[in-house]
């Protein structure tokens, strides 16, 4: 059974700091993995998508890693404002379906 | 346009009714999802439909049965709701059952059970 893990649970930056977002699977044998973000009391908002033949994919402020055979992916966001405060969810696709981290709460204080 | 959608947005009843959560999606996916998300945040997939075949199920109880009219269109039925039910729950679709192309959710559908 996939389990996705995604540390820290919360981070709390200064405006300007760059943000680094872990995350980890037990299967390697994934098809892709996706980076979210969701905001309080919203729905998912799709940031990025890596297929498990990628090492990366950029957009923006944006960078996402993955090194599937050691099970981890790691989101980047340069130069971090407070808009980026929110939720941001790991999720691999294995198995026909989504299995989800339980998130990284970022907030960037002004 | 809005690519994947669900009614109602929120929904409060009382334990023991029977409730419909409707989605659409107007990507042309072949897979349909339901996700819940519980009082932790965590989500965990319910079902999943591909071409109107249901091809995940979940261990969830038999009081909510998923229906696919045709592959743009998931409802979730809900029979004599509990308490624990209360969650929000997303819809979500992606081109093949693989996952092609990544997940499109839509914007989650807050049920309240009083």
């Known amino acids: 059974k996939q389990e996705v893990t995604q540390i820290p649970a919360a981070l709390s930056v200064p405006e300007g700091e760059n943000l680094v977002l872990n995350c980890s699977f037990t299967?390697?044998?994934?098809?892709?993995l996706q980076w979210f973000r969701q905001d309080p009391g919203k729905g998912l908002t799709s940031l990025l998508l890596?297929?498990?033949?990628?090492r990366e994919q950029t957009s923006g402020r944006l960078n996402a890693s993955l090194d599937k055979s050691s099970g981890r992916s790691t989101l980047y966001i340069a130069a971090s404002q407070p808009g980026d405060s929110a939720t941001y969810l790991c999720?691999?696709?294995?198995?026909?379906?989504?299995?989800f981290g339980a998130g990284t709460t970022v907030t960037v204080r002004a | 346009d809005t690519a994947v959608s669900q009614t109602p947005k929120y929904l409060v009843t009382q334990m023991g009714n029977d409730k419909s959560i409707k989605c659409e999606q107007n990507?042309?996916?072949?897979?349909m999802y339901w996700y819940k998300q519980d009082s932790k945040k965590f989500l965990k997939i319910m079902f999943s439909?591909?071409?109107?075949?249901?091809?995940i199920n979940e261990t969830v109880p038999n009081r909510f049965s998923p229906k696919s009219p045709d592959k743009a269109h998931l409802n979730l039925h809900i029979n004599s709701l509990e308490l624990g039910d209360s969650a929000v729950y997303f819809c979500?679709?992606?081109?093949?059952?693989?996952?092609?192309?990544?997940?499109?959710f839509g914007s989650g559908t807050r049920l309240t059970v009083v």
């Open positions: 439909y591909n071409n109107k075949e249901l091809i």
């Open positions: 299967d390697s044998a994934i098809y892709n």
């Open positions: 979500a679709s992606s081109q093949t059952r693989q996952g092609a192309g990544g997940y499109t």
């Open positions: 890596i297929q498990s033949s990628q």
């Open positions: 999720a691999v696709t294995d198995d026909y379906k989504l299995s």
């Open positions: 990507l042309g996916h072949d897979t």
